[in-house]
């Protein structure tokens, strides 16, 4: 039994697949990288698997249980999260406000948490503060709790969208081009943060197209091109599978000879 699998995954936007009999796994604690061109289906494989959108065909399974149904809010609590690709934070909150509310919303469906009154500093005692204290530390982002989110530099706001998945305590979390927008001093900071949560044995699916990043962070990279499955295999496998290189890497990854 995986950990965690997607099996035969298909979705269909008109007449194009966007995600085409995709199966893949997921060990504890392992980073595997999600990489293709544009519009190769990445960000849909990740809305299919905490069914943002429906999928037409396939399956998504945590330690052998079958989500693939399961509302997104209740895939959170099987202990998978995910962020997104374009910054989502609220934008007029301030950072500790941002990762308390992200947390019940994320918890809870997006309305629930506006029903009652929401106050950080009256419930400053209470444990999901101090737990986002604690995740906005792990990011870097500590002593940014008390800024507007939206003076934030753009690498910033993607420290806190990482510490608002984290406050929900994943096992699995889902990141979506979680460094662009980064320069590279804050990407290699991001990887260091990643690896930091391999070892607490938290798994990680990452997309990303900087591929210093990929093939440093992943163990494990699957490739997508038109929504279907081309490669699997270890960063040295995949830079030098020519069916990659030539759908995606081009040559500054080419296989010499
Ligand atoms: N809601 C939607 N309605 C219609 N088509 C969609 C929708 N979402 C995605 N698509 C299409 O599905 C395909 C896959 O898109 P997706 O966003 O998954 O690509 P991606 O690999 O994440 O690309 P990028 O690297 O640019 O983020 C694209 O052709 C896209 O236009
Ligand atoms: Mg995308």
């Not at 998978?80 to 934070?89: A, D, G, N, P, V």
């Not at 440093?216 to 929504?227: D, K, Y």
């Not at 270890?234 to 296989?255: C, D, H, M, T, W």
Request: glycine letters at 10%; aromatic letters at 6%; one cysteine or more.
């Amino acid at each position: 039994m995986s950990f965690f699998e997607v099996k035969r995954l298909r979705k269909r936007f008109g007449g194009l697949y966007a995600v085409d009999d995709l199966s893949f796994s997921v060990n504890p604690g392992e980073v595997v990288g999600l990489i293709g061109p544009n519009g190769s289906g990445k960000t849909t494989t990740i809305n299919l698997i905490t069914n943002t959108i429906r999928p037409d065909g396939g399956e998504v399974l945590s330690k052998g249980e079958n989500i693939t149904r399961l509302k997104t809010h209740l895939i959170v609590k099987k202990g998978i999260t995910r962020t997104y690709q374009l910054s989502t934070l609220f934008m007029d909150m301030t950072v500790l406000e941002n990762v308390v509310l992200g947390f019940h919303v994320q918890r809870r469906g997006l309305w629930k948490p506006f029903r009652g009154r929401f106050s950080h500093t009256k419930e400053s005692k209470k444990p999901f503060v101090r737990k986002a204290m604690e995740m906005l530390e792990f990011v870097g982002a500590g002593e940014l709790r008390n800024e507007v989110a939206k003076n934030l530099p753009h690498g910033n706001q993607r420290c806190v969208a990482l510490a608002v998945a984290l406050a929900s305590n994943p096992q699995l979390i889902l990141l979506d081009e979680p460094m662009s927008g980064m320069n590279e001093k804050e990407r290699d900071a991001m990887v260091q943060r990643l690896l930091e949560l391999k070892r607490k044995g938290i798994a990680i699916l990452l997309i990303e197209h900087d591929m210093r990043v990929v093939m440093g962070a992943c163990e494990r990279i699957v490739v997508l091109n038109f929504g279907k499955k081309i490669a699997e295999g270890s960063p040295k496998e995949i830079q030098s599978n020519r069916e990659v290189v030539r759908a995606y890497l081009g040559e500054a990854y080419a296989p010499k000879g």
